[in-house]
C-alpha cells in the first residue's frame, strides 16, 4: 500500500513540475525561434538594402561583394536593368526564380515590367515584400534616367527551419532529461515524506499487537475466575471475587491510559489558568502522602528560598503528569527512602522535579523512556504496570505545550521533571 502510495505521489510530482519544465522549455524555444528569426530577418533586409544603396549611388554593381553577400547570408540575387538580366555569375538560375515571380506576380508586383503608379504613368520606385512559404522575397523597381532597373533577393528558409528544427529537438531533450531528473528526486522526496507514514504504522502494528497482549492477561484471569466461582465455598469465592475485582480495576487502568494516548490532537486540553508552583507543589506531596506510607517510603517536597512567580498552564494535566512521575518513583525508590518532589526557575521556565534514589534510567534507555509500552528491564515481570505511563505523560505535555524529560539524579537514581514556560 505505501509503495502504491509513493507511486501516486511520484507521479502526481512528476507531472506537476514536468509541465511546469516542458512549458519553460516551449516558451524558451520559442523566444529563441522568434529572435533567431528576427536575427535572419534582419540581416536579409541589411544586405539587400546595401546592395540596392550601392546600386543606386555607383550606378555599378561589385559582383565579388555580391557573391560574399549572397554566400554569407544565403540569399539569391537577380539584377536587371529595362528588362534585361545583368550575369549573376550562378547566383540565381532560371529554375531557381521560377516560384519567387510566381509569387510576386499574385502580390500583383509584375517584374517584367517598369515601375507604374495607379493611374499607369511611371513612377520612382514599386517595390514589394514577403515572407512565407519556402522563402523570404524582396523586390524593388526603381526608374532611372536611362530606364528602370529591377533587384529581387529572395532567401530560401529551408536552411532556418532545419536549424529551428535541430533547436527544438536539444530544447525536447533537455526538457526530457529535466523530466526524468525531476521524477528521480520526487521518487527519493516522496520516500522521505512517507516515511513518517511507516513509522506511525508500524508504531500502530506495535501497539496494537502489545495493547492486545496486555488486555489478554487481565481477561483470562477474569474468565478463569468466573469458571470457578460458582462451585466454590463463601470463603474462596470472595477470595476470587477480590481477585477478580482486582484485574478489573487493572484493566480499567489500562483502557484510561489507551484513551489517552489514541486521542492524541483530537483531545483537547483544560483550560489554560495561573498558578502558584510552591503550593501546586505542596499540595501534590500533601495529596501523595498516604501513598508513600503504603509503599514504605515518603515525600519530600523542596522549594528554593526566594518566592517563584506564578505560571500560565493546564493545573489538571500538570498534576496528572506529576502523579505518573510520582508513581512510578514510589514503585522504583528503595524501601525507607525519600521521593523528593522539587520546584525551581530556570531562566524562563517553571521546572518541577520527582526524585529517586531507585536504580535510575541508563543514558542508553533514556531516549525510549516515553515510548509506548516501554519498560526497564528490571520491571518486566511487575504485573501492576503496562509501560504507559510515561507515554501518557509525554502525550499530556505535547497536548498541553508543556516540557518534560529524565536525568540523572546525584548519587544514583532517576529524576524526571516537566516544565512551563513563563
Known sequence: MLTRLRRRLTMLAAVLTGSVVVAVAAVSFLLCGRMYTAQRQAAFEAAVSDLASQWELDSALDWQRIQDSAARNS???????????????????????????????????????????????????????????????????????????????????????????????????????????????????????????????????EFVRAAGHELRTPLGVL??????????????????????DSEAARMSGLIDQLLILSGGGLVQPGPVQRLEPDTLLLEMAEAWEPAARRAGRRIEAALPPEPLPPVQAN?????????????????????GSAVK???????????????????????????????????????????????????????????????????????GGACFWVAAVL
Open 223 to 244: 474468565r478463569a475466575g468466573l469458571a470457578v466461582l460458582p462451585g466454590e465455598d463463601p470463603d474462596t469465592a470472595r477470595r476470587h471475587i477480590g481477585l477478580l
Open 75 to 205: 540569399i539569391r540575387f537577380y539584377f536587371a536593368e529595362n528588362g534585361s538580366a545583368l550575369l549573376l555569375s550562378g547566383l540565381a538560375e532560371e529554375s531557381d526564380r521560377a516560384l519567387v515571380w510566381q509569387a510576386l506576380r499574385l502580390a500583383g508586383f509584375d517584374p517584367d515590367t517598369p515601375p507604374l503608379s495607379a493611374g499607369g504613368q511611371a513612377q520612382a520606385l514599386e517595390q514589394v515584400e514577403l515572407t512565407g512559404g519556402d522563402a523570404r522575397v524582396t523586390a524593388r523597381k526603381q526608374a532611372t534616367g536611362r530606364g528602370w532597373r529591377l533587384l529581387v533577393a529572395w532567401q530560401p528558409l529551408a536552411g532556418e527551419q532545419r536549424v529551428l528544427r535541430r533547436t527544438a529537438a536539444v530544447f525536447l531533450l533537455v526538457a526530457l532529461a529535466g523530466v526524468a531528473l525531476l521524477a528521480a528526486l520526487c521518487w527519493l522526496v516522496a520516500g522521505r515524506a512517507i516515511r513518517p507514514v511507516c513509522r506511525a504504522m508500524d508504531q500502530q502494528r
Open 315 to 335: 493545573r489538571e494535566e500538570l498534576c496528572q503528569i506529576l502523579s505518573i512521575f510520582l508513581d512510578n518513583a514510589l514503585r522504583y525508590a528503595p524501601a
Open 341 to 411: 518532589l522539587a520546584c525551581c526557575q530556570r531562566g524562563r521556565r517553571m521546572v518541577w522535579e520527582v526524585r529517586d534514589h531507585g536504580p535510575g534510567v541508563p543514558d542508553a534507555d533514556k531516549p525510549a523512556v516515553f515510548r509506548r509500552f516501554w519498560r526497564a528491564e528490571s520491571s518486566r515481570a511487575d504485573r501492576q504496570h503496562f509501560g504507559l505511563g510515561l507515554s501518557v505523560a509525554a502525550e499530556l505535555a505535547e497536548r498541553c505545550r508543556l516540557q518534560l524529560g529524565v536525568a540523572d539524579t546525584p548519587g
